[in-house]
T-cell receptor, first 118, second 113 residues
Framework: GAVVSQHPSRVICKSGTSVKIECRSL??????MFWYRQFPKQSLMLMAT?????????EQGVEKDKFLINHASLTLSTLTVTSAHPEDSSFYIC??????????????FGPGTRLLVL | QKEVEQDPGPLSVPEGAIVSLNCTYS??????FMWYRQYSRKGPELLMY????GNKEDGRFTAQVDKSSKYISLFIRDSQPSDSATYLC?????????????FGTGTRLTIIP
């Protein structure tokens, strides 16, 4: 159980285009999903917290107009990198929390999406 | 000072050795402690989840939490080359769904055949 998928796994795009990344919880409902960014040999950097049916909460320094997050259902959140530039090239990872307190639960991570902007 | 400190390594040990990975933290409010394993170019995978102080064992893995010292450890027995990965400690105050995790920087571990 607790499987999270991401699509696509890898994307290459031209500078100035927009890229959408999907994050799905496959066997549980997640009221909250998280989006992270990871540079090579570095730890995870939280970008935003995605709440189903409401606006995402962005971390300090993350541009909300550049990184659009939509969490339209309890199993799907999307991250759109608008007008991508080479400095946006990175490994983007989502996580989802089942949100149940009756058993051990924490964040489960997707496999990540590698974005390369040319 | 970072909230969570973790030796980034890299750490190389021979196959079959016992591996000890550690994190220290400064926020005494942390109650939930996790260890994630991340292979290169993959998302983190939850290995161990513990609440408050104590030990938890799962196969070759043992997690220890010492809240009085603000110190957590992950032990790997009979280490295998497949254990080569980056290990991230993470912690939180509650396990509410919308709570952020605070991560260590990760320790890169290599098991030498």
């Amino acid at each position: 159980g607790a499987v999270v998928s991401q699509h696509p796994s890898r994307v290459i795009c031209k500078s100035g285009t927009s890229v959408k990344i999907e994050c799905r919880s496959l066997d549980f409902q997640a009221t909250t999903m998280f989006w992270y960014r990871q540079f090579p040999k570095q730890s995870l950097m939280l970008m935003a917290t995605s709440n189903e049916g409401s606006k995402a909460t962005y971390e300090q320094g993350v541009e909300k107009d550049k990184f659009l997050i939509n969490h339209a259902s309890l199993t799907l959140s999307t991250l759109t990198v608008t007008s991508a530039h080479p400095e946006d090239s990175s490994f983007y990872i989502c996580s989802a929390h089942p949100g149940q307190l009756s058993r051990e639960e924490t964040q489960y991570f997707g496999p990540g999406t590698r974005l390369l902007v040319l | 000072q970072k909230e969570v400190e973790q030796d980034p390594g890299p750490l190389s040990v021979p196959e079959g050795a016992i591996v000890s990975l550690n994190c220290t933290y400064s926020n005494s409010a942390f109650q939930y402690f996790m260890w994630y394993r991340q292979y290169s170019r993959k998302g983190p995978e939850l290995l161990m989840y513990t609440y408050s102080s104590g030990n938890k064992e799962d196969g070759r893995f043992t997690a220890q939490v010492d809240k009085s010292s603000k110190y957590i450890s992950l032990f790997i027995r009979d280490s295998q080359p497949s254990d080569s990965a980056t290990y991230l400690c993470a912690m939180s105050i509650s396990n509410f769904g919308n709570e952020k995790l605070t991560f260590g920087t990760g320790t890169r571990l290599t098991i030498i055949p």
